[in-house]
Structure formats: structure tokens, C-alpha cells
């Protein structure tokens, strides 16, 4: 369903439909570790930027903490009404994510205990994506992604139809992806069109 791997590639970590959590050797391809704790399926995984600090997310609401350096279970997240469709993080202790059919993005604040909340106007949210530690994108299944800043609660440029209108029933495609080149302007889409679109995401413009 997921997977991530750790800034210097010794943990490859991969979620599933069994609700586990299992770390990997990535060299020598070998399960050195299982995580059970989730209740549904793990719908997201995302290491903390140069650490072994370890988030998950799943179709149970949940997000949790783990420590690979321990190998431990840390902590549980609530606060999402639907299941969650996605997770990122970067270096601050925090993560993002997105809670598809509750139509929100929760950036956590792990060490403040508090998460900042931002309502989405355009469909189900499916997908997000840390471009800096400021500034976000998301994707929708009404066919929009938006360029979010921390700092406010509502996007700062939406594209609508961002891979156009299915002939077929007339309505928009599902972007069911989305992803950042970190640090730049550059977001790249995936929809159910069968299609990557590429985008420049300009943030002093609040423009994509």
C-alpha cells in the first residue's frame, strides 16, 4: 500500500492491507522487523527528515509514532473523522496528513500535543505533500489540487480540472496523486486519466 525509506537508506519501511507495518534491509531485501498496531489498513508511512523517527497512518484515523533506533511503539494520534489517505513529514517534528472523505489536512505538532486543521472546498482530499516546511499541496477526487501555507486556512491557489474532464460521463478525473520536488517549484500530479502532469508551483505568486 505504502512505503518509505530513511534519509541514509538503512530502513525501508512498508505499510499493508494487514494492518502491519514491516522494516526492511534494504540492501539485502529481508524483513528485519514487524510493527502491529494499526486496526485497519496502513495507508500511509513517512520518516522524519534525518531521523528514524517513523509516522503511520491508516484507515483506522489514526496516526502513530515509532522509533526505529529502539525499534519501539512511541504514540497515538486522533483526530481525524475519516480514514486517512495520506501522510508526509519533513524535519520539524511534526507530519500532515490527509483525511480523504472528512475533507481536512492536520499538520500534528507532536511535542506542542495540537494539530492545526485546514478544510478543503473541492472533494474528498486523497492526497498531500510537504513542498517546505511552510508551504503544502494537495489533490482531490473532484479533480483539483491546491498550494496551501501553514499559515492560512484556506489554499492559497486552487487549479481546477487539473487533468481535464472525462469524456464519458463529464466529470473531472480523480487525481488520485500528488508529489514535490523538495525545496523547488516543481509538484507533479497522477490522475485516473492514465496521466503525470508536471506543474510550476510559484509561491511568491500564490500561482500554479
Known sequence: MCLAISYDSK?????????????????????????????????????????????????DRSVKIWNLTEMAYIETLFGHQGAITSIDALGRERAITAGGSDNTVRIWKITEESQLIFMGNNGFIDGVHLINEEHFI?????????????????????????????????????????????????????????????????????HV
Open 11 to 59: 530502513f525501508l519501511a512498508t505499510g499493508s492491507e494487514d494492518k502491519m507495518i514491516y522494516i526492511w534491509n534494504p540492501e539485502m531485501m529481508d524483513i528485519t522487523h514487524t510493527f502491529a498496531g494499526h486496526q485497519q489498513t496502513v495507508s500511509g508511512v513517512a520518516f522524519r527528515k534525518g531521523t528514524y523517527d517513523l509516522y503511520s497512518a491508516s484507515e
Open 138 to 206: 494537495t489533490c482531490t477526487n473532484e479533480g483539483s489540487i491546491s498550494l496551501w501555507g501553514v499559515n492560512r486556512k484556506k489554499p492559497l491557489a486552487v487549479v481546477l480540472n487539473a487533468h481535464g474532464v472525462n469524456a464519458a460521463n463529464n466529470m473531472p478525473n480523480w487525481v488520485t496523486a500528488i508529489a514535490a520536488m523538495r525545496n523547488t517549484d516543481l509538484v507533479a500530479s497522477g490522475s485516473c486519466d492514465g496521466y503525470i502532469r508536471f506543474w510550476k508551483c510559484e509561491i511568491g505568486r500564490a
